[in-house]
């Protein structure tokens, strides 16, 4: 490699904070027109140091070195200038303006002082042209779904003459579809000599896109490896040890139905939907998005409505559209979206871990703190939620460690029916076989539990039975046995209203 192949190098970085040493002498390195992948658990560092790259943090020590010269980057605008653009789960895109305001926020071209929003318009139509994106400059970004939204993201970093394109957790939220037309639009900027940093849990994402891996753990940076290296040895170096069983589970012993719902429905939204889960038994739901799969939990936790059917815990009926009443009867949800849903972010651990049991631990109107911090400090523990301490803000920690929490708050609540929607949806291999061996103990203490997942290998590993849906749908259910990838995605993308009306007219 010479020199001038070389876009970026990281040297000794370190990082604190109060209680935390998040980078502890990180070394990293980019060259033009490559996938260099950064692989780590939650919570190893990986933000911290993307963050030091994009001028969100100063690092304490080190340096930042940019085509060859030392740099500080103090700011966002620092970050522009060296030509390094990051793209975030969280997409950093103002839904009430236009894909093509968006693009040249605070950078609109100008003509005799005004806005021209001519040129600015045609400069992102030649822009989402390059990413493959077919959408007018003038639509509004509130009305793009995710891919979209990510495509334009990837359009405004390209606006800024982007040399270094950091991207986290890019296909997190994407269909097998969608994912492959990202791995398009990155392949053909590496062509154009871009260097991509790209971070993602999913392994078998990166031998097929990526060049090289650096592997982070604990904040340091434990080895670089090409990215054909084998799955199991990434693993190995992520987490300090083997992972010898990627899905661990453990059948228990299944007892009566705990939840049992019957013609659920919604009118445009899902239709007749019938299933049980039996205490000791973990019941996957399978299918396309859209499928309506969220809407039907939702729907049986209380949280939207529904026009016609019954949900039944433990035997008895649910009131409707009620979650006091379904806490109650003994459901949780964990949500597909943790961080908008499922926290409350600017809280510490200890309040968000306290949250379904605050009204239980009240007497009087004044809550038994200290029996709720015994509560948080053993669960966190069971848990092994990686923090400062429990009076630590829970929008700091990992996104491992923010879902230990969600699942945590009902586990103190003794919930007998968990709904897992998305369970390890941005959450690294270690963490999944932490959450994974922890369905394993609630179902072998008797509870039940109903998993969502577009995780199709989950799924299949995980669970006791398989519902496939479709269209809003039932299509099938699957055995543990008869249930294969071929066979849940031939039920997923079938036509179940023509498949249970057509025995009516033989």
């Known amino acids: 490699m010479s ?75 620092d970050a522009e200038r060296l030509g390094i653009a990051t793209i975030y789960q969280e997409f950093n ?42 959408v007018s400059p003038r ?19 390209l606006s800024l003459d982007t040399r270094v394109l950091i991207m986290d957790e ?20 590496r062509e154009d000599g871009v260097g991509i940093v790209f971070i993602t849990h999913h392994l078998e994402e990166i031998a097929a896109l990526g060049d090289r891996v650096t592997v982070i753990r604990d904040g340091r940076s434990v080895g670089q490896v090409p990215a054909a290296t084998p799955e199991q040895e990434l693993v190995r170096l992520m987490v300090g040890r083997s992972i010898e069983q990627q899905y661990p589970r453990e059948r228990a012993a299944t007892g009566s139905a705990l939840l049992s719902v019957q013609g659920l429905s919604r009118d445009g939204v ?19 998005v859209g499928a309506g799969r969220t809407e039907v939990v939702r729907a049986v936790f209380g949280a939207d409505p529904y026009d016609r059917g019954t949900v039944r815990v433990s035997g008895a009926d649910l009131k409707r559209h009620d979650i006091g009443a379904a806490m109650t009867a003994g459901i949780g949800l964990v949500p597909e979206d943790r961080k908008g849903q499922g926290l409350v972010l600017d809280q510490s ?33 069971q848990l092994g939620v990686r923090m400062a301490g429990l009076g630590q803000q829970v929008r700091t920690l990992s996104g491992g460690n923010q879902q230990k929490v969600v699942i945590g708050k009902w586990l103190l609540a003794d919930t007998k029916v968990l709904i897992l ?25 008797g509870a039940a539990v109903l998993m969502i997942s577009s995780d199709l290998p989950e799924v299949l590993g995980m ?17 543990a046995e008869e249930a294969t990838q071929d066979a849940v995605m031939s039920l997923a993308v079938s036509n179940p209203t023509t498949e249970l009306e057509a025995p009516r007219g033989r």
Not at 423 to 441: F, S
Not at 463 to 479: K, T
Request: charged content about 30%; aromatic content about 4%.
């Open 349 to 381: 651990v200890e309040e968000n871990l306290g949250l379904v049991t605050l009204k239980s631990a009240t007497r009087g109107g004044i809550v038994d703190l200290k029996g709720q911090h015994d509560a948080a400090a053993r669960i966190a523990g």
């Open 139 to 157: 639509a509004r970004v509130r009305e793009l779904g995710i891919a979209r939204l990510q495509m334009v993201e990837i359009a405004k970093a």
């Open 170 to 189: 890019p296909t997190a939220v994407l269909t097998s579809e969608e994912v492959e037309k990202l791995f398009v639009i990155v392949r053909k900027l």
């Open 270 to 288: 899902f239709h007749d939907v019938s299933f049980e889960v039996r205490a000791g038994e973990v019941v996957g739901v399978a299918g396309l």
């Open 93 to 134: 895109l103002v839904p009430d303006l236009t894909v093509a305001e968006n693009i040249f926020l605070g950078r609109q071209p100008r003509r005799f002082g005004m806005i021209d929003r001519k040129k600015m318009e045609a400069d992102a139509a030649e822009l989402l042209e390059r990413v493959g994106l077919s």
């Open 463 to 479: 669970s006791d039975r398989v519902l496939v849906m479709a269209q809003g749908r039932i299509a099938g259910e699957l055995s």
């Open 3 to 77: 020199n001038a192949d070389e876009l970026l190098r990281i040297e000794g970085i370190r990082k604190s904070f109060p209680g935390v040493v998040a980078l502890d002498g990180v070394d990293f390195d980019l060259r033009r027109g490559e996938v260099h992948v950064l692989l780590g658990e939650n919570g190893a560092g990986k933000s911290t140091l993307i963050k030091t790259l994009s001028g969100a943090h100063t690092p304490d020590e080190g340096r930042i070195l940019v085509g060859g010269e030392e740099v500080r980057i103090h700011g966002a605008q």
């Open 421 to 445: 929607d998305e369970p390890t949806r941005g959450i690294d291999v270690g963490a999944k076989v932490e959450i994974y061996q922890l369905i394993n103990e609630l179902t072998a203490a």
